[in-house]
Nanobody, 118 residues
Framework: QVEFAESGGGLVQAGGSLRLSCAAS????????MGWYRQAPGDQREKVAR???????NYADSVKGRFTISRDNAKNTVYLQMNNLKPEDTAVYYCYADQFWSGDPLYWGQGTQVTVSS
């Protein structure tokens, strides 16, 4: 079982920045891959970014060049630095963890709201 403590969401104007944090409790095995999904009202959940324990990263095309994912393995914490935010980035952002790189994540955080005003 993995539990999460997410923080960093909020309201920001377009062009601004936010940094999301997600601290996970759980085994190294269960948190091999950590990342973020987001879901806007009426939309399907979208994978935003993911990072392996070794530092391999992957981003959705919609956020490449604007978002940066990183992690601190000693703290079992993943971060999402979001720059040049756009109104279409408005969503609930969910942290996740899993053993595997691909497939539906097994463990989910509670979500944090990010709202970007135009």
């Amino acid at each position: 079982q993995v539990e999460f403590a997410e923080s960093g969401g909020g309201l920001v104007q377009a062009g601004g920045s936010l940094r999301l944090s997600c601290a996970a409790s759980g085994s190294t095995f269960s948190t091999n891959v950590m990342g973020w999904y987001r879901q806007a009202p009426g939309d399907q959940r979208e994978k935003v970014a993911r990072i392996s324990r070794s530092g391999v990263t992957n981003y959705a095309d919609s956020v490449k060049g604007r978002f940066t994912i990183s992690r601190d393995n000693a703290k079992n914490t993943v971060y999402l630095q979001m720059n040049n935010l756009k109104p279409e980035d408005t969503a609930v952002y969910y942290c996740y963890a899993d053993q595997f790189w691909s497939g539906d994540p097994l463990y989910w955080g509670q979500g944090t709201q990010v709202t970007v005003s135009s």
